[in-house]
């Protein structure tokens, strides 16, 4: 199997991470989740830590030069099975950054997946999430909740699904059913990376 560097592109509650986590595990590919790196920032009480915790919290997107320094760090240590981009790029900004980070290192994507998710699903997800993670005694995500999730959706709406024309006028875009449930769907994105 050759090394795949791929995006996972949807609106929060998508599936993103439970789909880069399914591939982590069957194809040896590396996610790089921003979401992930910038929730242990927050909780590293780090200065760069505090300055994204309120921003996250009120379901608002950190800058653009915060998540790309991430990456491009991330990126240095190279991965053999290529990379699952998970929650980036999600500006315009940020899928600029990340075409000129993969040229300078020879390489490029080989796919850029949408998980299509209709709205009223999302946000039965993310309550679910929240519901379970506190009744297993877990931390619940600050943002996992339907009034901030409206505000994350807004943000998604307006900065990110841009990208989704970005990508289409490059010609690589494909669309994966992600109502369906988690192994159709990772079945479907299998397919997706085979035919690549
Ligand atoms: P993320 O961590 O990326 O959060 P997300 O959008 O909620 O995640 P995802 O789509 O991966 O959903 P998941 O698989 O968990 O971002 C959080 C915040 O970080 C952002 O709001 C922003 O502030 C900041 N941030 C991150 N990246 C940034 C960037 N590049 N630029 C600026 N700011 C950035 O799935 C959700 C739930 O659905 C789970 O409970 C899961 O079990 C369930 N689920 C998944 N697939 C399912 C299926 N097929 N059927 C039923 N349920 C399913």
Known sequence: ????????????GAGKGTQA????DTRGMVQLSTGDMLRAAKTSGTEMG???????????????????G????????GSEGGFIFDGFPRTLPQADA?????????????????LVVDDAALV?????RAEEAAAAG????????????????QEYYKKTAPLLGYYYA??????????????AVAAEIAKVLDSK
């Open 170 to 183: 490059k010609g690589g875009l494909s669309q994966v059913d992600g109502m369906a449930a988690m192994d």
């Open 70 to 77: 991430l990456i491009a760090e991330k990126l240095d240590q």
């Open 124 to 128: 039965g997800r993310i309550v679910r």
């Open 98 to 114: 990340l075409a000129a980070l993969l040229a300078a290192k020879g390489q490029a994507l080989d796919a850029v997946i949408e």
């Open 50 to 68: 505090n300055k994204v915790a309120a921003i996250m919290d009120a379901g608002q997107l950190v800058t653009d030069e915060i998540v790309i």
């Open 1 to 12: 199997m050759t090394a795949k560097n791929i995006i996972l592109l949807g609106p929060p």
């Open 21 to 24: 986590k399914r591939l982590e």
């Open 138 to 153: 877990q931390p619940v995500r600050r943002d996992d909740n339907p009034t901030v999730f409206a505000d994350r959706l």
